[in-house]
């Protein structure tokens, strides 16, 4: 167990639905990190913050990606207008202690129909 | 950074046998190189790291060996279990972790 924790585990969705993930880290470590990872690939950089600012976007965030760590603590990550292409685990990610270590979270599944 | 090479991509042993799996990376500001097992519906797990003031760590039936000037890192798993059996994934990082492709063990009993 890596302490993080992701909500929902899997999302079912439509197209041009709006889904909303979160991510709570156990010890507010001041840096998180959003991963997406499709079938057969490794986890892909989208984000991260530090403490509540968002310091650096992957190009594979569209503007239909929002991302959000209000109180430095738990972090959202909001798709509007969802596409098939989409469909992919969304990891979360933080260090531990002093370490720049990246530890995962399991994961949330979304399904784009 | 962004260019990190896995191979093989899937591979199969006998229980006990030795699997070694390779990765190369060309950003040569990488400094730290971890290696993540992951299971069928699981977020990646870290199991061995090396940084890269160093050549070779070992942590019981793991090891993994770095070779800066060549930028290739491997991993070595020593009489391997049906437990084994995951994907691994390298990642290299600077500012940021770039993964690879990931390799497919199975350990057959």
């Known amino acids: 167990d890596t302490g993080v924790s992701q909500n929902p585990r899997h999302k079912i969705t439509k197209r041009g639905q709006n889904v909303t993930f979160r991510c709570d880290p156990i010890?507010?470590?001041?840096?998180l990190y959003w991963y997406r990872q499709t079938l057969g690939q490794g986890p892909e950089f989208l984000t991260y913050?530090?403490?509540?600012?968002?310091?650096?976007k992957s190009r594979l965030l569209s503007d239909r990606f929002s991302a959000e760590r209000p109180k430095g603590s738990f972090s959202t990550l909001e798709i509007q207008r969802t596409e098939q292409g989409d469909s992919a685990m969304y990891l979360c990610?933080?260090?531990?202690?002093?370490?720049?270590?990246?530890?995962f979270g399991p994961g949330t599944r979304l399904t784009v129909l | 950074g962004e260019n990190v090479e896995q191979h093989p991509s899937t591979l199969s042993v006998q229980e006990g046998d030795s699997a070694v799996i390779k990765c190369t990376y060309s950003d040569s500001a990488s400094n730290y190189f971890p290696w993540y097992k992951q299971e069928l519906g699981k977020g990646p797990q870290l199991i061995i790291d090396?940084?890269?003031?160093?050549g070779e760590k070992k942590d019981q039936r793991i090891a993994v060996t770095l070779n800066k000037t060549a930028k290739h890192f491997s991993l070595h798993i020593t009489e391997t279990q049906p437990e084994d059996s995951a994907v691994y994934f390298c990642a290299e990082a600077g500012n940021q972790f770039y993964f690879g492709t990931g390799t497919s063990l199975t350990v057959i009993p």
């Open positions: 913050f530090q403490n509540e600012a968002q310091l650096e």
């Open positions: 990610a933080t260090p531990r202690g002093s370490t720049d270590t990246q530890y």
């Open positions: 010890s507010e470590h001041n840096r």
């Open positions: 090396i940084r890269s003031n160093v």
